[in-house]
């Protein structure tokens, strides 16, 4: 079992720059696919980045490609988010997440996790 602790979160003027962490516990943290998800007041939470076990692989929405970076390091068991260039439409709950297992193609779909951390606000301010 995995239990995840976002931090990181705040206030911040867009075209800034936050980073997410996110501090797993459990033995087997390097063999779970990780990923952030966010969700906005009145939105369903949405898939915004995944990395797999090893780190060689990542993913990304549309709208973050090029200013977000997913990445991890198992020996710390931490999994990161560097935010570049916010947009006030980024503003949001995130979320980490951990699958067992996954396949790319569905590395996006919310339940292929089973372990959420409880999140961590990012504000955006234009």
């Known amino acids: 079992q995995v239990q995840l602790a976002e931090s990181g979160g705040g206030l911040v003027q867009a075209g800034g720059s936050l980073r997410l962490s996110c501090a797993a516990s459990g033995h087997t943290f390097m063999s779970y696919t990780m990923a952030w998800f966010r969700q906005a007041p009145g939105k369903e939470r949405e898939f915004v980045a995944a990395?797999?076990?090893?780190?060689?692989?990542?993913y990304y929405t549309d709208s973050v490609k090029g200013r977000f970076t997913i990445s991890r390091d198992n020996a710390k068991k931490t999994l990161y988010l560097q935010m570049c260039s916010l947009k006030f439409d980024d503003t949001a709950v995130y979320y980490c997440?951990?699958?067992?297992?996954?396949?790319?193609?569905?590395?996006?779909?919310?339940?292929?996790?089973?372990?959420w951390g409880q999140g961590t606000q990012v504000t955006v301010s234009s």
């Open positions: 997440a951990a699958a067992q297992w996954t396949s790319a193609s569905l590395i996006s779909a919310r339940t292929r996790y089973e372990y």
């Open positions: 990395i797999n076990w090893i780190g060689g692989s990542t």
